[in-house]
């Protein structure tokens, strides 16, 4: 469904992709992982089209998606859930929600979804008109996957999810992600929780400086001896 071949990206003054490799097949659960640093979100972004690639192409459904912009991409059908949220603080649940929406012109459709989004995250429903700025660290994270989820995307992007969150809420997280995955989404994660991403995801990346070192299923790089040392304290 996407694919990356050697990819080379990065900012200005200072490459941060190295050649990169990757797939992600329709139906599955893909990870990220690596260092601080390495280029996770770089690649992510490129993806989503924020970052032009230098070299390399990326392809979607079979489609080039270099040169495109993020608006059409995000069309396509590719969903981006960023890091830094991008909530509108100053706006209600339901109203960031109606704003990930905008390019969907069906009425019935946004209606839809908000309720699939309400399923997913009940804790969201509960608070639909509360200002986004006022909620928990882990309620903005669900608040900004469930409007990831508001274009129908076919591919969901998500970067770091339970970054700055205590156990409880990264497992809501995970889990949430989980009943995604098994009604069809197909997903790629970037996380740092190496872990419990590795038992979740079907397949995983390791990223360092910018080239893929690793790959394979979650239960290979779990028993693998590199990841055990660098990622797990094994
Ligand atoms: N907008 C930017 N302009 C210039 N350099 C950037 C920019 N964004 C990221 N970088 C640099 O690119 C490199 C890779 O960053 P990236 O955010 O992709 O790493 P990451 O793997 O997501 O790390 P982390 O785990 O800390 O989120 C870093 O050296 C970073 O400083
Ligand atoms: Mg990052």
Do not use: C
Not at 76 to 87: A, D, P, R, T
Not at 192 to 208: F, G, H, M, P, S
């Amino acid at each position: 469904m996407l694919k990356l071949t050697a990819i080379e990206a990065g900012y200005d003054l200072l490459q941060v992709l190295w050649g990169v490799d990757l797939h992600v097949e329709e139906g599955e659960f893909v990870a990220i992982l690596g260092p601080n640093g390495a280029g996770k979100t770089t690649t992510l972004r490129t993806i989503a089209g924020f970052v032009p690639a230098i070299r390399g192409s990326v392809t979607f459904r079979g489609k080039e998606l270099r040169g495109t912009l993020p608006h059409q991409i995000s069309r396509g059908g590719i969903g981006f859930v960023s890091e830094s949220l991008n909530l509108f603080p100053a706006m209600s649940i339901y109203e960031n929600l109606l704003v990930g929406a905008y390019s969907v012109k069906d009425k019935k459709a946004v209606a839809a979804t908000m309720d699939t989004v309400f399923e997913l995250f009940p804790r969201l429903l509960e608070r639909r008109d509360q200002l986004a700025g006022t909620l928990s660290g882990g309620e903005r994270k669900m608040l900004a996957i469930g409007r990831g989820l508001m274009p129908r995307p076919s591919l969901l992007l998500v970067d770091e999810p339970s970054l700055g969150l205590a156990p409880m809420p990264t497992l809501a997280t995970f889990e949430a992600l989980k009943t995604l995955r098994a009604r069809g989404m197909t997903i790629l994660l970037v996380e740092q929780n190496v872990n419990t991403t590795l038992q979740i995801v079907d397949r995983a990346y390791v990223l360092e400086q910018g080239r893929v070192v690793l790959e394979g299923t979650g239960a290979e790089l779990l028993g693998n001896t590199h990841v055990q040392e660098a990622y797990l304290g094994i």
